[in-house]
């Protein structure tokens, strides 16, 4: 039994979304059992639309709801929120194996290091979605939105963390790490970057390949793209907006004449493996790697379907014992590996 | 007849790509006049290779050749390099028109403000290519590379700039101004964010609509995306390694089954029509905004098409009085318009 709670009232499109992504997970993975929190009559009424094996959904009745303009570090004093209510249970029950929420970005940050706690050793927890790559596996960026601000420590401590998800999560033996940058020779960037070239050339048991450049996300030039939060946030969002208005080109494409309509009939299998390819919602959202047990972010336009992905990812990072292979990683490597050759400010 | 400077040994394809590229140029366009900046014989050897109308193409000999390396501030000073020979050129003689080059994207911008002059007024010129939207129009991306560090002021001025570029150059009325962020509330990012979002909703002449995310611009929320050369290049190339990844998995998916490949013969117009809304070598490389005249920086990677299309971008931009344009836009409008709210420093 993996117990996953889910934020039901997370995301613009929450409950509505958030209830019928967990129905499609328990009705997909039979070793799932769900917990939404959320205002009970609001999720039950949706839960009402759909059938699946009621005794693998529970309800935890929260009557608040954080939304995108709180203010993360008050929000997270709201223990009545279906948020924070969340969090709690996930620090407090051992069996409770993983969160999964749309809602705010902020929120869930301040919540994973004030309630749930880092790592060991661990400064910021960071965001690291795994963006397939054309290589045919995946890139991990992080971070994408926790940080917007970083200094040249918290960079590197980010290499640290994205190597030891590549080598846990994914089986990548050294995995490359590359800084995202605007341009890859060494002297390029703004002096985050400058400096931070410099001190991530010098980490043991970091395998830097040096910098790297936004087109080098998806064609998959390294395993893991280390970025401020600012940054690595355009980036993804950037390659979503890209992928968004292809898939947006071909519907209109393929269905323009009945040349391209029989055409279709005949590509439809092709058809549909690339629109899998370029879908962001099949992603399973992002990672807060940091923290001491899996905490998923999901876009917050998130669909049914994206939250059902979710909460399959956090279910494998669960199974995959990720979590405990990182703070394993950390702990157990000799410690000159994990020296960060620079201070915090 | 329009006369551009070509500089032919910019760009990592270079003599090779920007020959073909030029001589491509003059085949289509009857009014240019393309004028190679580079080692003679190189040059010579290469434009033997193809037809065309030599009394269309010349080339300056400059033994010298900058590469990416160099340290722009001195770069600037080889005036026999093919680059910087070719910015006094564009200075000196009124009869030429724009310069295109392919190569180091800082010795351009350096020579482009100490060599060649920036618009009265305008502190910093600044990358914006136009790059195609779902929508079928194209969103400016104002600064994608030129400062990789920025102060409030400096974008507060990028707004303007490609608010008259806007104007001028594709007619749009009150082009709609976003700043790109990670995320569009209010209190997102990070303190440059924070303080320009403040100057920028109290700029008249700006039709700011707030923050904008990496989505948006391929989304086509707005017209002007407004971002430090840092963050708008990873946007920039983040999006051209999408790009690139999709056309490489149509490439493989198309031809992959006897059935795609019937398909693709019904389908081929609806495909190359798509492949050509994805070809990132058409957008025409990248203006840099706010020099006495139109300077086009073509990708690193330039191909002969991409050369060509900047050539016929610049051609373009000229034809179109985009420069005097903006000028004009800049220095008859009510100095309110333009006051931007905050020092420089």
Not at 137 to 146: K, P
Not at 158 to 170: N, P, Q, R
Request: aromatic share 6%; with cysteine; proline share 4%.
């Amino acid at each position: 039994m993996i117990k996953i709670l889910v934020d039901a009232m997370g995301g613009d499109n929450a409950p509505y979304a958030t209830v019928a992504g967990a129905v499609q997970a328990v009705n997909k993975d039979k070793e799932l059992y769900i917990i939404l929190t959320g205002r009970q009559a609001e999720v039950q009424a949706e839960l009402g639309k759909y059938k699946y094996d009621a005794s693998r959904i529970e309800i935890i009745d929260c009557p608040d709801v954080i939304d995108m303009n709180d203010v993360p570090t008050e929000a997270v004093k709201r223990k009545q929120s279906s948020l924070i209510a969340a969090y709690w249970m996930l620090k407090k029950q051992d069996d409770i194996c993983a969160l999964v929420t749309a809602g705010s970005t902020g929120a869930t940050i301040v919540g994973g290091q004030l309630i749930l706690g880092r790592i060991r050793g661990i400064k910021r927890p960071a965001l690291c979605p795994a963006i397939p790559n054309s290589r045919g596996g995946q890139t991990l960026l992080i971070d994408c939105g926790a940080n917007a601000e970083c200094k040249p420590a918290m960079l590197c401590q980010f290499a640290v963390l994205g190597s030891a998800y590549a080598k846990a999560g994914f089986g990548t033996e050294s995995p490359k790490v590359g800084l995202l940058n605007n341009g890859t020779e060494e002297h390029k960037g703004d002096p985050l970057r400058l400096e931070t070239y410099k001190y991530m050339s010098e980490m043991k048991g970091v395998n830097f390949i040096g910098n790297v450049e936004g087109r080098d996300i998806m064609l998959g030039e390294c395993d893991v793209v280390v970025a401020d939060g600012f940054s690595g946030n355009i980036a993804l969002k950037s390659i979503e907006g890209c992928g968004k208005m292809i898939l947006g080109v071909m519907k209109k494409e393929f269905s323009a004449t009945l040349g391209s309509k029989i055409g279709y009939l005949f590509m439809r299998k092709a058809i549909r493996k690339m629109r899998a390819q370029l879908d962001f919602d099949k992603v399973g959202g992002a990672l807060l790697l940091g923290l001491k047990k899996p905490v998923i972010k999901s876009h917050g336009s998130s669909k049914p379907a994206t939250i059902a992905n979710s909460i399959a990812n956090a279910a494998g990072i669960y199974r995959n014992k990720l979590i405990p292979a990182v703070e394993e990683l950390l702990a157990a490597a000799d410690i000159d590996s994990f020296t960060v050759p620079c201070n915090d400010d």
